[in-house]
């Protein structure tokens, strides 16, 4: 079956770097979006994205948040300055269609900021 | 902000039926319902979602009451591998259609 991919699985970075989340969506998927969930709190929609620009993003999705899609398979979360706050798991998904299609997530990227 | 209400957590006994509720009152007529689950702290996992049909595929049931303000996710014959959170969510499908995500409900299955 499909999945979405996302890597790296864990990622050290010390404040003020910058780091990139990748993530490869289901081929056919045509919606893509990033979630997080800091540790023992509730997933948190960032953005979505469609046809190269964003669709909807969240307040949490400040200027220091960047997507692209720099190729046809590849999906990108940059994080420009990290901050302490920004440690978290950052969930990729993708969606055949918006509507009803379901959203298929990956397994996460964990984000350590030290 | 989510659209749901679900207990905090339950607990059932490994091969038995697990039936999770989850209120939505305030659900309209374009909203789907879906249901998801996370396991320990992997990516969430899609379940099943209706609109107001009960729906049914491998891996669990949906049962939408009448007036669509409540419905339960039916898993018919629990293992442990189904301890997880789940969640349950109203989703407007119209050209945003983002889930957000709730507390969602903490299954406890034991042996």
């Known amino acids: 079956e499909p999945e979405v991919t996302q890597t790296p699985s864990h990622q050290v970075t010390q404040m003020g770097q910058e780091v990139i989340l990748r993530c490869v969506p289901i081929?056919?998927?045509?919606?893509f979006y990033w979630y997080r969930q800091i540790l023992g709190q509730k997933v948190e929609f960032l953005v979505s994205f469609y046809n190269n620009e964003i669709s909807e993003k969240s307040e949490i999705f400040d200027d220091q948040f960047s997507v692209e899609r720099p190729d046809g398979s590849n999906f990108t979360l940059k994080i420009r300055s990290t901050k302490l706050e920004d440690s978290a798991m950052y969930f990729c998904?993708?969606?055949?269609?918006?509507?009803?299609?379901?959203?298929?997530f990956g397994n996460g990227t964990r984000l350590t900021v030290t | 902000d989510a659209k749901t209400t679900q207990p905090t957590s339950m607990d059932c006994a490994e091969g038995r039926a697990a039936n999770l509720p989850c209120n939505h009152s305030t659900i309209s007529g374009n909203e789907y319902v879906y249901w998801y689950r996370q396991i320990h702290s992997q990516g969430p996992q899609y379940i099943i979602h209706?609109?107001?049909n009960n729906e049914t595929n491998e891996m669990a049931s949906l049962i939408i009451t009448e007036d669509r303000k409540s419905s339960t996710l039916i898993l018919p014959h629990a293992t442990l591998r189904d301890t997880a959170v789940y969640y349950c969510?109203?989703?407007?499908?119209?050209?945003?259609?983002?889930?957000?995500f709730g507390k969602g409900i903490t299954l406890s299955v034991r042996p």
């Open positions: 998904a993708s969606s055949e269609w918006a509507g009803v299609s379901p959203l298929h």
């Open positions: 209706g609109l107001k």
């Open positions: 969510i109203v989703r407007d499908t119209g050209a945003n259609s983002k889930l957000t």
């Open positions: 081929s056919n998927h045509l919606y």
